[in-house]
């Protein structure tokens, strides 16, 4: 089991363009979470999932989008990058209440 | 609105040394979470409580969870350098997941 995987590892993006993060898991979990982290703080939900088709705002939704056709992919996109999205992103899967981390995305936006 | 909120933020002790962080919440939660995450790293799961007077230990750690008070503690017994790192809770409501601002831990010689 690979568990949660994101890319990119690192990404710098322009003002004003769009980029996909990408989160798979492998472990059949129906809860997936996005959460960004910005320099010491704790995190904070963008979105969620509870299953395929499903999915609902968090606390900081604005300036993302998401989608979930399948139980394994949960990929969020930005649309306008602007200098306030950089952060680190971090992906999730839940499963009987536990909740397992990708490794991150480390976005830059200039 | 659910809030959480951790101190101390920062926290120095010695090798051998006892100490606790605590972890405040402003409203009734379904869950109440510890993580570690080391520097650059990802969260590493550390427990879950799910009910009143829920206590979990690992090792060095000991978390419990009050929830007429609203407040859990993550308890360091006989620290070891090995336990430096930034400790956060979370709560769950409905799914939304909010997390405090960590307590950066440093365990010193």
């Known amino acids: 089991n690979a568990g949660v995987t994101q890319t990119p590892k690192f990404r710098i993006l322009k003002i004003g363009q769009s980029m996909t993060l990408q989160c798979t898991q492998d472990m059949n979990h129906n809860y997936m979470y996005w959460y960004r982290q910005d320099p010491g703080m704790g995190l904070k939900l963008i979105y969620y999932s509870v299953g395929a088709g499903i999915t609902d705002k968090g606390e900081v939704p604005n300036g993302y989008n998401v989608s979930r056709s399948t139980t394994e992919d949960f990929p969020l996109r930005l649309e306008l990058a602007a200098p306030s999205q950089t952060s680190v992103y971090f992906c999730?899967?839940?499963?009987?209440?536990?909740?397992?981390f990708g490794p991150g995305t480390r976005l830059t936006v200039t | 609105e659910l809030k959480v909120e951790q101190n101390p933020l920062f926290l120095s002790m010695q090798e051998g040394k006892n100490y606790t962080i605590y972890c405040n919440y402003s409203?009734?939660?379904?869950?109440l979470y510890w993580y570690r995450q080391d520097p650059g790293k990802s969260l590493e799961s550390l427990f879950v409580?799910?009910?009143?007077?829920a206590v979990k230990q690992e090792g060095r750690l000991m978390a419990s969870l009050d929830t007429k008070a609203r407040l859990s503690t993550l308890h360091i017994t006989a620290a070891v350098h090995d336990l430096s790192a930034t400790y956060f809770c979370a709560v769950d409501k409905n799914n939304d997941m909010r997390f405090g601002a960590g307590t950066r831990l440093t365990v010193k010689p």
């Open positions: 999730a899967s839940s499963y009987a209440h536990e909740q397992y």
């Open positions: 409580l799910l009910s009143n007077g």
């Open positions: 409203t009734t939660s379904d869950r």
